[in-house]
């Protein structure tokens, strides 16, 4: 670990939270490797979910034009004054980044990326809060469990392919960039992790964004059942119907929903469209 960084949490006497999932990186390769993945250019603004006790953030300062740090927990205060002393292009803000309001965000930072050390237990909370309320974030780079790392860059036709992949794939393309093992933080955490990067492209061309949406969950709604039935039972459509809807794009009627690519969701919800 740090030394440093050991040293700053103990002279400021701050206790770990473990309802708040507080495992900071402590390792200065993986600190660097992150922002560097993010791709940030001096033009940036970042915006940061869970900055901890700032070793992220210092690294995410280097690069950006400016950078907003959300944390939850005020008892980082005196931690954050430490090690973001002479950083002057950091904005700590202590609030619930779920809580707040990403239209007026948005309003003052214009385009933005976002980078963050998730706590495991919000992980699906911020990216799908990002994902249905943000109009101008340009990447999320996240450090997430491994398995949803996995499960967040997977392709259809395996078994980490699930509702959440599809959703996203209507407008980011999601990679995995590297790995975090355990070691690399501080406290060392129960599972290995992994830095994931999600960038925003045009979005595949659908008659109804909800409406790709609400397929894509149905089709997993469970994962035992095959699509059509999930069809049928999700939407109220008679056999005949979910059976033509399928055929008419191309899918076999026994095939389940992991086996559709997101450009085949979005053949078959423009089908439904107007049925859901």
């Not at 779920?98 to 003052?108: T, Y």
């Not at 495991?120 to 249905?132: H, Q, R, S």
């Not at 392709?155 to 699930?162: I, L």
């Amino acid at each position: 670990m740090d030394t440093n960084l050991k040293n700053t949490l103990r002279a400021s006497g701050f206790n770990f939270k473990k309802k708040l999932g507080q495992n900071f990186i402590s390792d200065k390769s993986l600190l660097a490797a992150i922002a560097d993945g993010a791709r940030i250019t001096k033009d940036d603004v970042v915006v940061e979910i869970g900055c901890g006790a700032g070793t992220l953030t210092r690294e995410i300062a280097k690069r950006c034009k400016k950078a907003l740090a959300y944390e939850v927990d005020k008892d980082l205060k005196p931690v954050l004054s430490a090690t973001l002393a002479g950083v002057e292009n950091v904005e700590v803000i202590f609030a619930d980044f779920l809580k707040a309001d990403l239209a007026a965000l948005e309003r003052e930072t214009g385009e933005y990326k976002v980078v963050a050390n998730l706590p495991y237990y919000i992980t699906t909370p911020v990216i799908m809060k990002i994902y249905e309320q943000s109009k101008l974030c340009k990447s999320l780079t996240v450090t997430v469990q491994k398995e949803v790392a996995q499960r967040l860059a997977a392709r259809e036709n395996t078994h980490d392919y699930g509702a959440i992949t599809a959703v996203l794939a209507y407008e980011y393309d999601a990679e995995i960039i590297l790995s975090a093992p355990r070691e690399k933080f501080f406290p060392v955490p129960n599972v290995d992790s992994a830095v994931v990067r999600l960038t925003r492209r045009e979005p595949l061309e659908v008659k109804s964004r909800d409406g790709y949406i609400k397929v894509v969950r149905a089709a997993f709604a469970s994962r035992r059942k095959t699509l059509e039935n999930n069809l049928v039972k999700s939407f109220s459509l008679t056999r005949e119907r979910a059976e033509e809807a399928l055929a008419r794009v191309g899918v076999d009627k026994n095939a389940r929903g992991e086996t559709l690519s997101p450009r085949a969701f979005a053949a078959l919800s423009d089908e439904l469209y107007g049925l859901i």
